[in-house]
């Protein structure tokens, strides 16, 4: 079983900063991405940004040069740092894992994929 707790969110003016935080527990065998996808009323979950292991970082072109997505391997968090915040970049932030863990004694692995329960971001005067 995964758990990601995600914190970080609130009320911020437009061009203000905040860092979303994810902690990720349980047992994981390969991590395959790690990524924060946000949803606005109304519209679809979106990606926001996505580390996958051993290759690239995607982001949004909505928010190229603004975000930066981190991880502390030792904390075991995932990290979104927003800087220049828009009223459009409002919305209900998710972090999202995909790997595989090990089960049984012929540690049979299997694919998962969990998600946080969301932070609201809200971007205001």
């Known amino acids: 079983q995964v758990e990601l707790v995600e914190s970080g969110g609130g009320l911020v003016q437009p061009g203000g900063s905040l860092r979303l935080a994810c902690e990720v527990s349980g047992n994981i065998f390969r991590t395959k991405s790690e990524g924060w996808y946000r949803q606005a009323p109304g519209n679809e979950r979106e990606l926001v940004a996505a580390v996958t292991t051993g290759t690239s970082t995607n982001y949004a072109d909505s928010v190229k040069g603004r975000f930066t997505i981190s991880r502390d391997n030792a904390k075991k968090t995932l990290y979104l740092q927003m800087n220049s915040l828009k009223p459009e970049d409002t919305a209900v932030y998710y972090c999202?894992?995909?790997?595989?863990?090990?089960?049984?004694?012929?540690?049979?692995?299997?694919?998962?994929?969990?998600w946080g329960q969301g932070t609201q971001v809200t971007v205001s005067s």
């Open positions: 999202n894992v995909e790997g595989t863990y090990v089960i049984g004694s012929y540690r049979q692995e299997l694919g998962f994929s969990s």
